[in-house]
């Protein structure tokens, strides 16, 4: 095919921890990769929760409301995880334990850099398992009121995001990737969080938001204007970050997919109910594996039998 896919599984060589504020707790908290065994996947590993461990799957969402949020609302639950799950599936990351003390993931600089620097600080490794693919074989789609989010077969995992907001500091925006890891730093990473002030109480007596701050979110003011000294890293940042939202929630897919995602006017809820709509339909998709034929060529895929349970299966 000529696409950007790689055979193998990876993991990390070594340990990283980041330190942080939860945006919506306000509390401290800190958070280190572990490397994983081949198959392991993406595991949150609670340690203010007695160890309990929650799969970052799609099956185990428990909430979309601001964030995504994995378990139970109520209970154990680790909140907040599209940007480290946004910065692995841009870097590559297959299998991950991801210790964390509180029940948020920090949100650091309201973007996916400082993930993606400590993932290239640990460095890369490359397993013996060969890495699996959701190939996406008919169109999807979910809608609600005027917002929409499909998948299509594509030759590579491609996302196109549209927003549209009435600010005139944003207004309507689009953007297309091809996933690599080079476009995901160059072009995703580094775009943050935002809000509107107006936004700010309401978010405060509901018990969101006790953590955010212009040092970790783009904040427009009640004049339409972004309030932040520095200004924007990109002068579409907004729909930057919209996609990187996206990629992260794609990710508890279980497996990186081939095609291609679209969304207008999406966020979190849209996302998990895209993705449970082609996870849920056997006919949408198939399993596959990367092989060379012949030294040098580039990959080709071709459908495997997947094991009775598997990350996919919700």
């Known amino acids: 095919m000529g696409i950007h896919l790689y055979d193998y599984q990876t993991t990390l060589k070594s340990r990283a921890t980041l330190s942080g504020v939860g945006v919506h707790s306000g509390k401290p908290v800190s958070l280190t990769f572990l490397p994983a065994d081949a198959d392991t996947g993406i595991v949150f ?3 203010s929760a007695g160890g309990r461990e929650l799969r970052a799957l799609a099956s185990e969402v428990g909430s979309t409301d601001l964030c995504t949020l994995l378990g139970d609302p109520a209970g154990a639950h680790i909140g907040t995880i599209e940007h480290v799950m946004g ?3 841009g870097t590559g990351i297959d299998n991950l334990v991801i210790e964390v003390d509180g029940n948020e993931v920090p949100i650091l600089d309201g973007s996916a850099i400082q993930f993606v620097e400590a993932i290239e600080q640990a460095g890369i490794e490359t397993l013996s398992a060969k890495r699996r693919y959701i190939r996406v074989l008919k169109p999807v789609r979910v809608e609600s009121g005027a917002s929409w989010a499909e998948f ?5 995992t491609r996302f196109e995001v549209e927003i549209d907001f009435a600010s005139e500091a944003i207004g309507r925006q689009s953007l297309a990737v091809d996933l690599t890891a080079e476009t995901f730093r ?13 936004d700010v109480e309401p978010l405060w007596a509901a018990g969101y938001a006790l953590g955010s701050s212009l040092e970790n979110s783009v904040v427009i003011g009640d004049d339409g204007r972004v309030i932040n000294m520095e200004g924007l890293r990109y002068p579409n940042e907004f729909v930057r970050h919209k996609m990187l939202d996206a990629m992260g929630d794609l990710a508890l897919a279980g497996a990186r997919f081939i095609g291609c995602f679209r969304s207008y006017r999406g966020g979190h809820r849209l996302n998990a109910a895209a993705l449970r709509r082609l996870l849920t339909d056997n006919s949408a998709f ?6 060379r034929r012949e030294r040098g060529r580039s990959a080709e895929m071709i459908a495997v039998n997947a094991p009775v349970y598997a990350p996919w299966v919700l």
């Open 286 to 291: 198939e399993i596959v594996e990367a092989t």
């Open 45 to 47: 590993h609670l340690t």
């Open 152 to 156: 299509h077969p594509h030759a590579g």
């Open 87 to 89: 910065a692995l599936i």
């Open 186 to 198: 160059n072009e995703i990473a580094r775009a943050r969080t935002f809000g509107f002030m107006k």
